[in-house]
T-cell receptor, first 116, second 113 residues
């Protein structure tokens, strides 16, 4: 069975600090997809990034960066120079193939609080 | 561009009452549709998904059911709500197929008293 573990339940940092959110996954599939979503206080899940299992290149988007390492089954997310607006719950997810559909398995989420 | 709507935004229902939550998608055809539930302080759990009209797959046996009467409409229902049905219900859509990103709606917060 597939599983996603986000060991950090809550993280609190001061604005402008860098912060890394950890994600470890388990799967027996050779083809899979990994995702990060952001859930602000409003509740809606906002898509941040998708990675497929064949692409281990790290990605940077502004202050956000992602480190995908198949050798350690990890897909970590770093926010550089954090801002108060980054405060949210962040979810890592792994896709599992269903009957013609993709089923997401989510981690328990990491609540990130950025203090001014 | 595509838009996903959910209503109602919030709902308070007594135990034993029926439930109907609606999700609609605009700007796309033949999407995959999904219902997730997020219990308080916990992660998201997939409840149902659909790859077409009338095609529903259930992930977790429970007090809920889903239907897809139209291509871009997905409904979550219950005949009799339980206290344990309380939570935040999120609908999502994706392009048909298994390799595409799911995009989520604004959610419905359900409280069963």
């Amino acid at each position: 069975a597939q599983k996603v573990t986000q060991a950090q339940t809550e993280i609190s940092v001061v604005e402008k600090e860098d912060v890394t959110l950890d994600c470890v996954y388990e799967t027996r599939d050779t083809t899979y997809y990994l995702f990060w979503y952001k859930q602000p206080p409003s509740g809606e899940l906002v898509f941040l990034i998708r990675r497929n299992s064949f692409d281990e290149q790290n990605e940077i988007s502004g202050r956000y960066s992602w480190n995908f390492q198949k050798s350690t089954s990890s897909f970590n997310f770093t926010i550089t120079a954090s801002q108060v607006v980054d405060s949210a719950v962040y979810f890592c997810a792994l896709s599992e193939a269903g009957q013609g559909a993709q089923k997401l398995v989510f981690g328990q989420g990491t609540r990130l609080t950025i203090n001014p | 561009s595509q838009t996903i709507h959910q209503w109602p935004a919030t709902l308070v229902q007594p135990v034993g009452s029926p439930l109907s939550l609606e999700c609609t998608v605009e700007g796309t055809s033949n999407p995959n549709l999904y219902w997730y539930r997020q219990a308080a302080g916990r992660g998201l759990q997939l409840l149902f998904y659909s790859v077409g009209i009338g095609q529903i797959s259930s992930e977790v046996p429970q007090n809920l059911s889903a239907s897809r009467p139209q291509d871009r409409q997905f409904i979550l229902s219950s005949k009799k709500l339980l206290l344990s049905d309380s939570g935040f219900y999120l609908c999502a859509w994706s392009v048909s197929g298994i390799r595409y990103t799911q995009y989520f709606g604004p959610g419905t917060r359900l409280t069963v008293l």
